[in-house]
T-cell receptor, first 115, second 112 residues
Framework: AQKITQTQPGMFVQEKEAVTLDCTYD???????LFWYKQPSSGEMIFLIYQGSYDQQNATEGRYSLNFQKARKSANLVISASQLGDSAMYFCAMRERSPTGKLIFGQGTTLQVKP | GAGVSQSPSNKVTEKGKDVELRCDPISGHTALYWYRQRLGQGLEFLIY????????KSGLPSDRFSAERTGESVSTLTIQRTQQEDSAVYLC??????????FGDGTRLSIL
């Protein structure tokens, strides 16, 4: 069965430092996609970054990068130069190659950025 | 606005009442999803629409839950005879083809 595991319930980081949020996944499908979403306290889900299973290079989007290690089935999110506005819940999600495209989510990691 | 719109943003109701939640997807997005998020948890898939058909209803928790969609437009999620365990945030998302899903702000449902 498909599964996403985020082992860090909460993380702290000092402003302007980099932080890595862990995500491991389990799937038997060779074709899949991995996503990270940010959920501030206001509740909306904000798409951050996407990595396809066949992508040769790690995805990057501004201060966000994805450390994709396929053999280890991990897709960690790296946030560089943390800002106070980065304080939020972060979810890792997987989409398998299926007709529906539904997402399987991890339990999330709460990140707090300290000034 | 151009985003996914959900209403109401908050709903408080008594146990046993029926509730209807509404989602207005981004124009042109053929795929629509409903998810449920319990307090402090990740999102659980409920149902998927492609156009106005629902090829995957596997996440609906019980027959008290139903959903419909009008064409490639508005969707409503209905919960009949609400129970306290239905209390959660219900999130709607839409997407076009393989593009990432865009989420609405959710409906926070509280059952007294």
């Amino acid at each position: 069965a498909q599964k996403i595991t985020q082992t860090q319930p909460g993380m702290f980081v000092q402003e302007k430092e980099a932080v890595t949020l862990d995500c491991t996944y389990d799937t038997s499908d060779p074709s899949y996609g991995l996503f990270w979403y940010k959920q501030p306290s206001s509740g909306e889900m904000i798409f951050l970054i996407y990595q396809g299973s066949y992508d040769q290079q790690n995805a990057t989007e501004g201060r966000y990068s994805l450390n994709f290690q396929k053999a280890r089935k991990s897709a960690n999110l790296v946030i560089s130069a943390s800002q106070l506005g980065d304080s939020a819940m972060y979810f890792c999600a997987m989409r398998e190659r299926s007709p529906t495209g539904k997402l399987i989510f991890g339990q999330g990691t709460t990140l707090q950025v300290k000034p | 606005g151009a985003g996914v719109s959900q209403s109401p943003s908050n709903k408080v109701t008594e146990k046993g009442k029926d509730v209807e939640l509404r989602c207005d997807p981004i124009s042109g997005h053929t795929a629509l999803y409903w998810y449920r998020q319990r307090l402090g948890q990740g999102l659980e898939f409920l149902i998927y629409f492609q156009g106005n058909s629902a090829p995957d209803k596997s996440g609906l928790p019980s027959d008290r839950f139903s959903a419909e969609r009008t064409g490639e437009s508005v969707s409503t999620l209905t919960i009949q005879r609400t129970q306290q365990e239905d209390s959660a945030v219900y999130l709607c998302a839409s997407s076009y083809s393989d593009q990432p899903q865009h989420f609405g702000d959710g409906t926070r449902l509280s059952i007294l």
